[in-house]
């Protein structure tokens, strides 16, 4: 990215505003650079996911939106394999929609269709060629009504099969993220994190039992777990 920075470019030509991105050698490196940014800021964001391991159901939340994401990709294929078929059939039928006119804009036109991205007088045009608004009222019944509820079906099924040990994933993620973390700690600091959790130390188990060491003592109230023996 620092080979695209627009204010490198324009440095030389930077009298009154040292950091400009307004000259003819920048706007050549402008749109390639807010490209790059938008992609690093993506990367960036998502390397902050990490973060997510500090809950425990923030984690495992966010677990099962990778497990389910998976039927998201399965739907889009499937609706990508729809839409390349429904292409080619509408680019041979005959009619003078402009929309339509190929088969790249027919896909176009079907992928806005999918994802309500068209308004409803579109779809009054579409009047005017009964054949072809036959063949869009069957792609919307394969599309809107059988594809999406499928996928919803599959989410539910999805989030159902991974919630019951949802937990348990993100108690391991944690522990992956801590162990791919622990080779960046410097050693000094380590030496002294261990050290302060006095494992040489023996745990006592009870009164005059002073019990075995490598532990961490916790203390409760006697009342908590009463024993009469």
Known sequence: MLCLEPILHCLEYAIDDLFTEDCAEGQHFLFPYSIMSTGAMLLYFLLLSDLSVVSTRVSAFALVCCRVVNEVF???IGV???VAAFACAISTLEHEDPSFAGIDNSAQQLFRITFSMIDGTHYD????APALMVTIIV???ITGIFLMNLLIAQMNCAYASSYKDM????????????VDTIPSVAAW???RFCSSLRLEDRVEFGEGDIGLAGGMQVWEHSSLNITTV
């Open 80 to 82: 990508s394999f729809i």
């Open 167 to 178: 937990l348990g994933f993100a108690r391991l993620n944690r522990g992956k993220i801590v």
């Open 189 to 191: 600091r380590w030496q």
């Open 125 to 128: 045009r579409l009047m005017d």
């Open 139 to 141: 792609y919307v019944i």
């Open 74 to 76: 399965l739907f889009l």
